[in-house]
């Protein structure tokens, strides 16, 4: 469906045995934003996560669900969901989770700023953004962990970690989507490193972020440490590039 100037919209939604957030998230979606299309991607849930998506799409034209047949981690699950938004048209294609820390009714703010952005994230740690529910332990990793981020390939970002966004079209199209590798939460820091690589504006919009009552979290300890992993690998890669910069300027100096 159309959203004012910014054109065609739809928010992609995975998913993953959230069958008890599912229908809730996707009701409240389109009650708070019923120009906005929703794409379900359901990776194989065993507990009938896709069947119920199902059933929201035969009664709602508006809501689509592309099926997997494997949990291949939320990355690799948002690039499938990107492919085909990409494919079908989008203008608008967001990011959503599915057990309803993301708030549909403060999608609004997300859309209001990427009027004058191509990358817009619903950040927790912008004056005004909060955490619900959270163990100070669970905080203070998320701090820690984009602190890190920010130092070490110096992004201004204070939340490239969250998963709470709206990209343009042309953002993705500019960010080769068929190069990203990174297939756990870690996507969410990758794709914010190559939209500021690649020139673009990044703008955070303060959200309330509320940790999920129901299911059980798909965060663990092997999803944390690929993300340090993979982020020290990403930071030493841009020093070393920085140096050979540097180096070059000089001797033509």
């Known amino acids: 469906m159309t959203n004012g100037g910014l054109g065609r919209g739809v928010i992609v939604v995975p998913t993953y045995n959230e069958a008890l957030n599912i229908e809730r998230i996707v009701g409240r979606l389109r009650a708070a934003q019923p120009d906005l299309d929703v794409l379900v991607v359901d990776d194989g849930s065993p507990d009938g996560t896709g069947r119920l998506a199902d059933e929201l799409a035969a009664a709602d034209p508006a809501v689509t669900v592309v099926h997997r047949t494997a949990k ?5 699950a948002y690039l499938h969901g990107f492919a085909v938004a990409l494919e079908r048209g989008y203008d608008v294609i967001g990011e ?6 993301h708030q549909p009714e403060q999608l609004g703010r997300l859309l209001g700023a990427l009027e004058s952005a191509d990358l817009v994230i619903g950040s927790r740690w912008v004056p005004g953004g909060s955490v619900v529910n959270w163990p100070r332990s669970r905080m ?4 820690g962990g984009n602190l890190y981020v920010r130092l070490l390939l110096g992004m201004k970002v ?3 970690t969250a998963g709470y966004r709206l990209f343009r079209r042309t953002t993705l199209e500019k960010i ?3 190069s990203v590798e990174s297939t756990g939460y870690v996507f969410q820091t990758d794709l914010t490193w190559r939209t500021v690589k690649n020139g673009l504006r990044v703008v955070e919009v303060p959200i309330e972020f509320v940790e999920r009552e129901r299911g059980d979290s798909k965060m663990t300890g092997s999803v944390a440490s690929e993300s340090l992993s993979r982020i020290t690998r990403w930071g030493l890669r841009e020093r070393r590039s920085q140096l050979r910069r540097f180096r070059d300027r000089r001797r033509a100096s």
Not at 72 to 76: D, M, R, S, T
Not at 96 to 101: E, K, N, V
Not at 140 to 143: A, F, G, M, Q, V
């Open 96 to 101: 959503m989770d599915a057990d309803g820390s």
């Open 72 to 76: 291949e981690g939320l990355g690799a």
């Open 158 to 160: 204070r939340d490239a």
């Open 140 to 143: 203070l990793l998320s701090r």
């Open 176 to 178: 080769d989507l068929a």
